[in-house]
T-cell receptor, first 114, second 112 residues
Framework: GAVVSQHPSRVICKSGTSVKIECRSL??????MFWYRQFPKQSLMLMAT?????????EQGVEKDKFLINHASLTLSTLTVTSAHPEDSSFYIC??????????FGPGTRLTVL | DAKTTQPPSMDCAEGRAANLPCNHS???????VYWYRQIHSQGPQYIIH???NNETNEMASLIITEDRKSSTLILPHATLRDTAVYYC?????????????FGQGTELSVKP
């Protein structure tokens, strides 16, 4: 299966600052990546679909100006949480769809906003 | 995408088979059944998937009923490291607009 990495694994920031999370597909060229968010004791929630070379598609209720997604290459997608607030504290996870149409997930990034 | 129903929690003795059920009574003909698991504070791990035939790999077996309205994931010899939340998801292929939408899953506890 595809190998996916995320950086950083953990980040703590002050309220009002912006945080960038990277998702890399290490062994597969991914035209599509997905971003999920998971709050404690809850399931994963799909936030957006990241498409290489075009605009991301956001799920209903997800603010596109708050969560900026850039997919500039076939191996890298970034999620920037702008003007982060404590309620944005969560576990952010990306995934890629392999050539066999199976999704493989990264290890996740734990964001804590103080 | 069709929804699935799973028991919220299950226990299994170490070394025994873990059988995790999933109901997907509204599944459509082109939807696949996927199983993932998530160990605490990690990203989900792909386990297995199938359309209508039973499938087996090095991790597990997937048994899909003939009417495709339910399935069972079988971990043949559960270990303590299999303790995780297991998600059953049905999805059409991505090129048909399919997205992986997670439900609440089954929290499997493997006990010594």
């Amino acid at each position: 299966g595809a190998v996916v990495s995320q950086h950083p694994s953990r980040v703590i920031c002050k309220s009002g600052t912006s945080v960038k999370i990277e998702c890399r597909s290490l062994d597969f060229q991914a035209t599509t990546m997905f971003w999920y968010r998971q709050f404690p004791k809850q399931s994963l929630m799909l936030m957006a679909t990241s498409n290489e070379g075009s605009k991301a598609t956001y799920e209903q209720g997800v603010e596109k100006d708050k969560f900026l997604i850039n997919h500039a290459s076939l191996t890298l997608s970034t999620l920037t949480v702008t003007s982060a607030h404590p309620e944005d504290s969560s576990f952010y996870i990306c995934s890629v769809t392999s050539s066999t149409d199976t999704q493989y997930f990264g290890p996740g990034t734990r964001l804590t906003v103080l | 995408d069709a929804k699935t129903t799973q028991p919220p929690s299950m226990d299994c003795a170490e070394g025994r088979a873990a059988n995790l059920p999933c109901n997907h009574s509204t599944i459509s003909g082109n939807e696949y059944v996927y199983w993932y698991r998530q160990i605490h504070s990690q990203g989900p791990q792909y386990i297995i998937h199938g359309l209508k035939n039973n499938e087996t790999n090095e991790m597990a077996s997937l048994i899909i009923t003939e009417d495709r309205k339910s399935s069972t994931l079988i971990l043949p010899h559960a270990t303590l490291r299999d303790t995780a939340v297991y998600y059953c998801i049905v999805r059409v292929p991505y090129n048909q607009g399919g997205k992986l939408i997670f439900g609440q899953g089954t929290e499997l506890s493997v006990k010594p």
